[in-house]
């Protein structure tokens, strides 16, 4: 199945987005959740097929210092309870918040990202397993996007098999060692040199690795640089010209097939759903 492609928030006019991508990662939810009837506008305005995934609340995860909650309505007495996925009322708010915005999506996925300071501690670790054990699902799956070297393969496998997690990676950083489907976040490739972080624009080069590294899984990659629409359409262009290849030309092309009897539609034809 080809990957889905999208950008990591609306690095397009809305509209103009979904006439372009088949997917986004919403990312308020994260920072500070929008009122339900947004939601609720967002999911009547995209075509039936889109797709909606969506960061959890940081309230869960981010710890109370953490300047990202400068975007929150969190109070002082709030943040202190937040992050670590500790078991506080707090966190169980922002789950519960999370889950509602998620439904009004139709969303099918979740994720979970944590910051570097949330190290394999017993203490993370006990966290990590209550709260996956208490959180409702309702259906949806959960992405696990762990940061730093402690996080090592065999202790994410283990993590992420207990709890059912899909593990989010960067490809161009690691890959995944867990899920059926994968779950790529392309926040600027950090092996180049010098390193260019979110600045970095994916070469031609990078961004056909990405197809091989999707050739192999059902995939969603999701863009989150400085350059993510441009290169998200990039990609999103390579995907359907390699699909083009590999499909028989048939109704409604209008253009003959050649001898090899490749498809010869024109790209813009090709339904968003397959890229």
């Not at 789950?95 to 910051?115: G, S, Y």
């Not at 202790?155 to 899920?179: A, I, K």
């Not at 180049?192 to 050739?215: F, I, K, M, T």
């Amino acid at each position: 199945m080809p990957p889905r492609v999208g950008t990591c928030g609306f690095a397009l006019p809305q509209a103009q987005y979904f006439r372009s991508f088949s997917l986004i990662e919403i990312q308020q939810t994260f920072y500070q959740p929008p009122q339900p009837q947004t939601a609720q506008r967002w999911r009547q305005a995209a075509p039936e097929n889109f797709v909606f995934t969506l960061k959890a609340f940081q309230a869960i995860t981010h710890y109370p210092g953490s300047p990202t909650y400068r975007r929150s309505r969190l109070s002082a007495a709030e943040r202190h309870q937040c992050g670590e996925f500790r078991d506080t009322p707090v966190v169980r708010y922002a789950w519960h918040t999370t889950l509602e915005i998620a439904r009004l999506l139709k969303a099918p996925l979740v994720i979970f990202q944590c910051p570097a300071q949330f190290t394999p501690t017993a203490e993370h670790l006990k966290n990590l397993r209550s709260f996956f054990r208490w959180a409702d699902r309702d259906g949806l799956s959960f992405g696990f996007e762990p940061r730093g070297e402690a996080w090592h393969d065999e202790l994410v496998r283990e993590v992420c098999r207990e709890c059912d997690l899909l593990h989010v990676v960067d490809p161009f950083e690691r890959q995944s060692v867990w899920g059926a489907v994968r779950y790529y976040r392309l926040h600027g490739n950090g092996n180049v040199n010098p390193p260019a972080g979110y600045r970095h624009r994916y070469s031609d080069q990078e961004l056909r690795q990405l197809v091989a590294w999707c050739d192999t899984a059902d995939c969603y990659c999701l863009f989150n640089n400085v350059s993510m629409a441009e290169d998200a359409l990039r990609f999103a262009k390579l995907v359907r010209e390699k699909l083009a290849a590999r499909m028989p030309c048939r109704a409604p092309c209008q253009r003959a097939a050649d001898s090899n009897n490749r498809c010869h539609m024109p790209l813009r034809d090709f339904p968003m759903g397959t890229a």
